[in-house]
């Protein structure tokens, strides 16, 4: 039998402020640790579980920072997990896409590598590939590596009234409008 790992402090503190969160932790901390533990040869089960993991990081980042007091932070970070997980969900439904996925990932770090001033000789394992791949994608709109809105992706995997409920608040908070330090009472708006 293994061994359940502690709660971490901050989820605790979380569940103090916000109680159901410490159920909610536990549950999904139940159904990751068997999924993470398993090491998959297979490229495109292996890419799944390596958003999987990233979708789990997030979501403890929501927590640490609600724990501390910090929620318009956490909506920020709701807002990246809500993306990396109907990606995720979009990528299961269209395996095919494996190597746009992977293509993109290959090219936004190359090309992060030339801005920084990365040293040529340094690059010069990876350059032919990501030039072949920039040929390819050749008057292709390379923005996502999906080339959908996320509104379009969230509508394809049945999370489209979950978006059209939180995430033009989060990106709100993303995008420095006024939505979060906007109130609204008896006199009025305030900020």
């Known amino acids: 039998m293994t061994d359940i790992p502690a709660i971490p402090h901050f989820v605790e503190t979380v569940e103090t402020k916000h109680p159901g969160i410490l159920a909610e932790y536990s549950a999904l901390q139940r159904l990751v640790r068997p ?19 990233i979708a789990w990081q997030h979501y403890n980042g929501i927590l640490l920072l609600l724990a501390h007091g910090f929620g318009v932070q956490g909506l920020v970070l709701c807002r990246t997990l809500f993306e990396v997980f109907i ?10 896409l494996l190597a746009d996925f992977t293509d993109h990932g290959k090219l936004l770090f190359y090309e992060q590598c030339l801005t920084s001033k ?45 978006f059209a409920l939180f ?3 989060a990106s709100g908070a993303i995008h420095a409008d006024a939505t979060k330090t906007l109130s609204h009472g008896s006199h009025g708006w305030k900020y």
């Open 87 to 96: 990606g995720t969900l979009y990528l299961i439904k269209n395996p095919n």
């Open 35 to 53: 999924l993470f533990a398993h090491h998959d040869s297979d490229e495109f089960r292996h890419a799944v579980m390596l958003q999987s993991a």
């Open 118 to 162: 990365f040293p040529v000789h340094e690059l010069a394992k990876i350059a032919p590939e990501c030039e072949a791949i920039k040929a390819r994608q050749k008057g292709k709109r390379r923005s996502s590596w999906h080339g959908n809105s996320i509104k379009r992706v969230a509508t394809e995997v049945g999370f489209e009234e979950t």
């Open 167 to 169: 995430y033009s608040d």
